[in-house]
């Protein structure tokens, strides 16, 4: 009988042993687990502060023209190079299960902003359509950073390409005066037309692409918006090398309506005369700050050296633009007046509009 009671005292205490013996078990497990999870929140916070979270991830936003845009679509898509720059590569792309031909715009991770309203100015560029500017088809941004806008693609190239490449077509009046009007009106709604003016920026005849029957489409406008700050100015930068970049920028930094302009009168001198405006050495001079060519025909009177010796052969009466002597010496005077070496004195984009409308009558 004692022995029985002895034994029950032992199984006792071995179960009270056993039961403290998971009470503490218990106890440390989940001040584990709780200190585990709570290191876990901070790195999540910690990534969501620098950023790192966001890259983990992979998106696509798609606007009128990409709806049926798929990931797989654009990162499987065999492309051809047809542009490289510090910031990005422009792809020749086509899409697998559609068999569309587009455009795809890769940028640096490296160059590209993180600014907090990236996605806003996405939507923005996606939303804004007319008739003379190149939509934005889809947006995509990949896990480690990398960024690719989804453009339709033109055969015909870009307007410096169809100025220099021996096209006879870049020689008729009708075609020039059309693929004036189209840049004038496509720009006119960035200035005017959005809720607040858009300024281009980077406007240039290699940011001019043409379709088949030469309807001018503006490119490449916000994309310095896209870029950090080193990157913008570099872009900016190489687009002033080659003679599009207005004199009061030499002082300022900021683009503006009025640097626009001059880029637009220094692409109508390169459509009257076939001629690159690069200047590697510019100089303000009197009432001209123009490409060196421009400049020293215009100061030596030799006016008709800045367009095609047979611009008014092309005229054969079928034209929807009829061209005379006096057609060709408004357009170049236009041109002239958007690259006034004052801001102040160059006409806004309605005013060339209207001026435009009075040359083609």
């Not at 410096?160 to 021996?166: A, L």
């Not at 300022?252 to 005369?273: P, R």
Request: charged letters at 25%; aromatic letters at 8%; hydrophobic letters at 35%.
């Amino acid at each position: 009988m004692r022995n029985t009671h002895i034994l029950k005292l032992i199984l006792g205490l071995i179960s009270a042993a056993v039961f403290t013996i998971v009470l503490v078990f218990i106890f440390f497990f989940y001040r584990r687990r709780s200190t585990k999870n709570d290191q876990n929140d901070l790195e999540s916070n910690n990534e969501l502060k620098n950023g790192e979270k966001e890259n983990q991830r992979e998106d696509l936003v798609t606007f009128k023209g990409g709806e049926d845009l798929t990931i797989s679509d654009i990162l499987d898509a065999p492309g051809e190079v047809i542009g490289k720059s510090n910031h990005g590569t422009l792809y020749k792309a086509l899409l697998q299960r559609s068999c569309a031909v587009r455009l795809l715009r890769f940028l640096r991770p490296v160059c590209t902003t993180r600014d907090k309203d990236f996605g806003d100015l996405i939507e923005l560029l996606g939303y804004t359509r007319h008739p003379n500017l190149v939509p934005l088809l889809g947006f995509y941004a990949g896990p480690r950073g990398e960024k690719l806008l989804v453009h339709p693609f033109y055969k015909r190239g870009n307007l410096s390409q169809f100025i220099r490449g021996g096209n006879v077509e870049s020689h008729k009046w009708d075609i020039i005066f059309r693929i004036s009007i189209g840049i004038a009106e496509g720009l006119d709604h960035l200035h005017t037309g959005l809720h607040k003016p858009f300024i281009h920026g980077n406007l240039k005849s290699k940011n001019i692409l043409l379709d088949r029957s030469y309807q001018p489409y503006i490119s490449d406008f916000g994309l310095q918006f896209l870029l950090n700050p080193t990157a913008g100015q570099e872009m900016l930068e190489a687009s002033a090398s080659e003679g599009y970049k207005a004199p009061e920028l030499i002082k300022m930094k900021d683009v503006s309506e009025e640097t626009d302009i001059y880029s637009f009168g220094v692409i109508l001198l390169e459509l009257l005369s076939g001629k690159e405006p690069i200047n590697e050495n510019p100089t303000l001079d009197g009432d001209f700050y123009l490409p060196n060519f421009m400049r020293n025909a215009i100061l030596d009177h030799r006016i008709a050296d800045l367009y095609h010796p047979d611009l008014l052969l092309s005229n054969n009466g079928s034209h929807e633009y009829p061209v005379t002597e006096e057609c060709i010496l408004k357009l170049f005077q236009l041109a002239m007046a958007c690259c006034s070496p004052s801001p102040s004195l160059r006409p806004n984009t309605k005013q060339v509009i209207r001026k435009l409308e009075e040359i083609g009558k």
